[in-house]
């Protein structure tokens, strides 16, 4: 062997050595290795062995089975080609199927469907673990559609051309191997894909940046790059067609540089034209030949001042023609207290969502040629949260999502021509909330920040700190936490006389960007005191205490809890954490952690790192401390997250001496798990957890 090549072996294996001597659950982050699939299995069979024969178990877990298996749980409707879609999944249908209807028909309370595709009978076929991801139509006549299925529910997609209309595969159609891919329609016969077009095309984060024209009949070979992006990104590029009810049309790609800064590019052929919009934008959609634009940050131009957190327009031929000098008018800026939540489109109208002190508010907006945009306000229930579901852009109609903490989820159509709303689907209720009541408090952070929080509580509640109670937040990305009815927390914890809690921490998006960058990288600890304020209100106000205050969190709420659990393990006595991020020294080399560097930092900046190292779950536990006893669980098939997190920060609990709970779901993504029951069968183990922890 060369001399230089016996060195470089000698030195990588040394650097090994010395990682695995420093960590020795680094086995652990082999996803689907032999070695870490044996401990997975062994410990999942340690934590069925206590929680599924808890006497509580038995219940609840018929009675999540029952809600997750609901056959009248509201059909969430999607309009393609004037025509009513659902995806749907139930008895008989595990996987799923998507179909059809008509508006009229599901208008009524027994919808008469007709399958389009079969999932189950699609798997079976093909000896496939196939589960639905998504449809990108095809428009404006939407008779094709590109499907994405997922294997076992992971983020990787195969994407196959679909012929709505004769409810099959097209033969000899656009096909898209397994991969993290984006792809957009520019016409029948061409589509536009992110992909790895040769090995190694992808962001250290695993997402594609390369973009590639493939016409009907080419071969992936053959398809005609357009656009090439950097390594380096964190988000890779996305990609998406617009369409307006004039039949004005925007091809755009998107280059994620980090999470939160873009550039953007309008697709006119061989050329892509750069549009001059702030980094930190996102364009949301078109209407009536206007380009509709949120920003995160504010915008001067010689046009208009546009504060952060507002939506503006620009008109779409005049950025084609000038895209370097662009003309914003702004739509909707929000109040000290208010953001924007969520946009959507008609044929010829702006529909957004806004909140209000975390209060749902809807509006609709028309555009006079040339003129302002004027706002109305639909008439929708208060004191609730609203989003936005689908729009109809051959029609002015659309669907709106009203619910509450104890009011059922309901969906409304809206007509865009006379702004009137009618109320079309409501959810039966699932449990009695008739003795429950919601308030919402303010805690006082440790900087002197009012953070707000919802409290679901029996009515008359003695305020002696006996009420077992769950404290939930995310705290990042600029994600608004909001009320929502829960049927699984209503029916297994509200009835059982337990309390729930919602925080709108920073990090979240609830009072718009600022709130948002408040808690970004170094500055996240502010997030962390958030949270702990608001447990500390609790006990304050008497409503809890310790012994039965537990709490919850996913993903960047997983970190959020396992800070927590570091941070103030007196506080809580039950901490649930759920697909979670916990070695913070390692995040980025873990499956798409590299994409949130714009988030978290990076451990490669001297003070990024020192942080991270400070806050990191993982590298924090503490032997000798008296912690609560977690629950930990993750998914073998996320590829966002990862369950490398979770297991080894299990594994170093283990290590410690420190009691523990771990599941880990084989299938189903970052999520509960990819079927019902799984679904079911999650809940129910964190449910009788929270049961034995705080009410007994």
């Not at 062995?49 to 969430?76: C, G, M, W």
């Not at 800064?261 to 030949?289: I, Y």
């Not at 079309?424 to 920040?449: C, I, L, N, Y």
């Not at 609560?628 to 669980?633: K, V, Y």
């Amino acid at each position: 062997m060369k001399p230089f090549l016996l060195s470089l072996l000698t030195a990588l294996w040394l650097v090994s050595s010395a990682l695995a001597s420093e960590d020795p659950n680094l086995y652990l982050e082999d996803a689907h290795g032999a070695r870490a699939m044996e401990w997975v299995q062994a410990e999942n069979l340690k934590t069925a062995n206590v929680l599924e024969k808890d006497p509580h178990y038995a219940q609840l877990f018929s009675e999540a089975l029952t809600i997750v298996q609901a056959q009248d749980r509201i059909p969430y409707p999607t309009f393609v080609a004037g025509q009513i879609f659902n995806f749907w999944q139930g008895i008989g249908h595990v996987r799923g199927y998507w179909r059809k209807t008509t508006l009229d028909s599901y208008r009524t309370a027994t919808p008469q469907w007709t399958s389009v595709l079969d999932i189950d009978q699609l798997a079976a076929n093909e000896k496939a673990n196939w589960f639905w991801e998504s449809v990108n139509l095809l428009e404006p006549s939407e008779e094709r559609g590109l499907v994405s299925l997922s294997d076992g529910g992971e983020d990787a997609v195969t994407i196959r051309e679909f012929d709505i209309a004769q409810s099959h595969f097209v033969d000899g159609g656009f096909v898209l191997p397994r991969g993290k891919q984006r792809a957009a329609w520019e016409n029948a016969d061409s589509i536009i894909a992110a992909r790895e077009w040769s090995p190694g095309e992808l962001t250290a984060s695993g997402y594609p940046y390369v973009v590639k024209r493939l016409r009907r009949g080419q071969s992936l070979s053959a398809a005609e790059e357009i656009y090439r992006g950097s390594p380096k990104d964190e988000g890779g590029v996305e990609l998406e067609t617009l369409h307006d009810g004039a039949g004005h049309q925007a091809e755009i790609v998107v280059r994620a540089m980090t999470f939160f800064s873009t550039q953007h590019f309008l697709v006119e052929g061989s050329r892509l034209k750069h549009l001059a919009l702030p980094p930190k934008a996102s364009l949301e959609n078109l209407v009536d030949g206007a380009l509709i634009v949120k920003l995160n940050e504010e915008w001067k131009t010689s046009a208009a001042d546009c504060p952060s957190g507002s939506l503006v327009a620009i008109d779409l031929a005049a950025a084609s023609a000038n895209p370097d000098h662009l003309n914003p008018a702004v739509i909707y800026a929000p109040g000290p207290r208010q953001s924007l939540n969520g946009d959507n489109v008609t044929s010829d109208r702006l529909v957004i969502s806004t909140l209000d002190n975390v209060r749902g508010r809807a509006w609709l907006y028309s555009h006079a040629p040339g003129g302002a945009w004027t706002p109305q306000r639909l008439d929708l229930p208060d004191n609730v949260a609203i989003d936005l579901d689908d729009m109809d852009v051959h029609s002015n109609r659309g669907f709106i999502d009203v619910t509450g903490f104890l009011q059922p989820t309901s969906v409304w159509l809206m007509d865009g021509d006379s702004g009137a709303v009618a109320l079309v689907k409501s959810s039966p209720a699932r449990f009695d909330a008739s003795h429950d009541a919601t308030d919402q408090f303010e805690a006082v952070s440790k900087d002197g920040t009012r953070i707000p929080y919802f409290v679901v509580h029996p009515k008359g509640m003695a305020l002696d700190g006996s009420h077992p109670t769950i404290l939930e937040a995310y705290g990042g990305f600029q994600v608004s936490e909001t009320p929502y009815y829960s049927s699984i927390t209503g029916k297994l914890w509200l009835e059982r006389g337990g309390v729930y809690v919602l925080a709108n921490i920073r990090g979240g998006g609830e009072f718009g960007p600022a709130w948002h960058e408040a808690g970004l990288k170094t500055h996240r600890q502010v997030v962390y005191d958030d949270f702990a304020a608001v447990g500390e209100d609790l006990i304050a106000r008497g409503i809890t205490r310790p012994r039965r205050l537990g709490i919850e969190g996913g993903s960047n709420g997983g970190l959020l809890m396992g800070v927590e659990f570091n941070q103030h393990p007196e506080l809580w006595h039950a901490v649930d954490i759920q697909v979670p991020l916990l070695d913070m020294e390692r995040y980025e080399q873990i499956a798409a952690g590299a994409s949130w560097v714009g988030e978290y930092g990076t451990m490669s900046k001297p003070d990024e790192a020192a942080f991270l190292r400070q806050i990191s779950p993982y590298a924090n536990i503490r032997r000798g401390e008296h912690y609560p006893e977690p629950f930990i669980w993750t998914t073998t098939k996320d590829d966002r997250v990862g369950p490398q997190h979770a297991r080894k920060f299990a594994a170093r609990l283990g290590e410690y001496g420190i009691p523990y709970f771990f599941y880990e779901v084989i299938e189903g993504g970052h999520a509960f798990g990819a079927n019902q029951r799984e679904r079911a069968h999650t809940i129910t183990l964190e449910m009788t957890y929270f049961t034995r922890e705080l009410m007994e």
